[in-house]
């Protein structure tokens, strides 16, 4: 790999792993809800679960797919009735009261598994691998996991630490209702790419 493509792909990492989406906002309302150190699992899956992934799709992964162009299809329509359920989920979260009585944080294996719905992580898992992995050897596609995996997990915890800062201000039931509401909009509204393309 080039310095040039380290430097280009360092910064598709980066772009794509800060700007909001799926992982983003769910953190920052599991920050604001549970606080960072109990959304550590959280952040952890999503970042360890995401190079798991870009692993497998570099690996091959991919081929499935196109030699079975309706699984395009399913995928799409697992991740928007998951994404749809975890907006609703987050939307009808307890206030503060009710969370610290039986409310969890998503787990970190819930949050590896989410990676294979996230519409927006298999975006960059297939864009990371097309675009960056010349000649699609081992070695560029571990290099590629490794520089991802460096900057997922600062990129997804500054969300997580959003979330917990917000969380000092959400001491009001009303408020944190207000909020969850919010994400829940926000995480179906990060759903228009995937229902109407481009």
Do not use: C
Not at 68 to 75: A, D, E, F, N, R
Request: aromatic residues 12%; proline residues 6%.
């Amino acid at each position: 790999m080039t310095y040039d493509i380290f430097l280009a792909l360092s910064l598709f990492a980066f772009v794509s792993s800060i700007t909001p989406g799926p992982n983003n906002l769910m953190l920052m309302a599991s920050g604001a809800n549970f606080g960072f150190r109990r959304s550590l699992p959280h952040m952890l899956g999503v970042a360890l679960g995401f190079v798991f992934m870009l692993l497998l799709v570099g690996a091959g992964l991919v081929q499935v797919f196109d030699a079975y162009p309706v699984s395009y299809g399913v995928l799409k329509t697992l991740s928007v009735v998951y994404l749809l359920w975890l907006a609703w989920k987050i939307a009808n979260a307890a206030p503060l009261q009710g969370q610290e009585a039986g409310g969890q944080p998503m787990s970190f294996l819930q949050a590896a598994g989410f990676q294979w719905v996230n519409p927006k992580a298999w975006a960059m898992a297939l864009t990371a691998i097309s675009a960056y992995t010349p000649g699609q050897t081992y070695q560029s596609i571990a290099l590629v996991g490794l520089i991802f995996g460096a900057i997922n997990l600062p990129s997804v915890g500054s969300w997580t630490v959003i979330g917990q800062q917000m969380g000092r201000i959400l001491t009001n039931p009303r408020r944190l209702v207000l909020f969850n509401r919010g994400m829940a909009g926000l995480l179906v509204a990060s759903l228009y790419p995937v229902l109407w393309p481009g």
